[in-house]
């Protein structure tokens, strides 16, 4: 498998954890980490970076990695990018930056890789109700977002309209993804940062990775092409 970690994509093998170095990446931001990624239906990875000394600092970027190992900047000036996801079938793209309270819809080409035509697909407050961290698709089109700081994770309609609320026993959900032998299981990773012993006490699953069975058939994610 690939992994992206500070300075650039890497190969991993799970069984040995040996890794070897494909392409370094911001070898001039030393201060940034890789943060959200995913593939597309043709392999390409798609990755954002963020500061990694203060968070929010908006010296993120995001990438697109080819299967070739082409590195492309596709834009710059985040805080935290996030909510990386495709529609079904493939046209939409859906992304973020957690600082800036909205999460932008794209016309999406997958046999070009390019995007076009921004519009704000659906309006948070991170300081209030939590901020849109990693996302999960549906067969539907339906849109799961994990809100980190807001105990939930959201099922948004192809409209941005909000379908239901999963309420968590963590405050930090980051990321889910379906799974299981019917693709009806979310399985969401969440953190513990930041957190006072009493909060912890409070919320005993801070960190542990989380499933939750719905009544909803995900869409699987892609593999990296290269």
């Not at 076009?116 to 948070?124: D, I, K």
């Amino acid at each position: 498998m690939v992994v992206v970690l500070e300075d650039g994509l890497y190969a991993c093998d799970p069984s040995s954890g040996a890794l070897d170095l494909l392409v370094p990446l911001e070898a001039d931001e030393p201060e940034n980490r890789a943060n959200d990624g995913k593939c597309d239906a043709a392999g390409r990875l798609w990755v954002g970076t963020m500061n990694l000394i203060q968070e929010g600092r908006p010296t993120g970027n995001f990438y697109r990695i080819d299967p070739d190992l082409t590195v492309t900047k596709i834009g710059s000036g985040f805080g935290i990018p996030n909510g990386l996801a495709w529609s079904p079938d493939d046209k939409v793209m859906l992304h973020t930056d957690t600082c800036a309270n909205v999460v932008w819809r794209y016309e999406f080409d997958p046999a070009t890789g390019q995007r076009r035509a921004e519009q704000p697909f659906f309006h948070f407050d991170a300081a209030a109700t939590g901020g849109v961290d990693g996302a999960a698709m549906d067969a539907k089109g339906g849109y799961w977002p994990a809100l980190y700081g807001g105990w939930k994770l959201l099922r948004l309609l192809s409209d941005g309209t909000v379908d239901r609320e999963i309420s968590l026993p963590v405050s930090q959900p980051t990321m889910a993804a379906f799974g299981g032998a019917e693709m009806t299981t979310l399985f969401i990773t969440s953190a513990y940062q930041n957190l006072t012993d009493r909060d912890l006490r409070a919320q005993p699953l801070a960190g542990c990775l989380l499933a939750v069975e719905t009544d909803v058939v995900g869409h699987p994610v892609h593999a990296f092409g290269g």
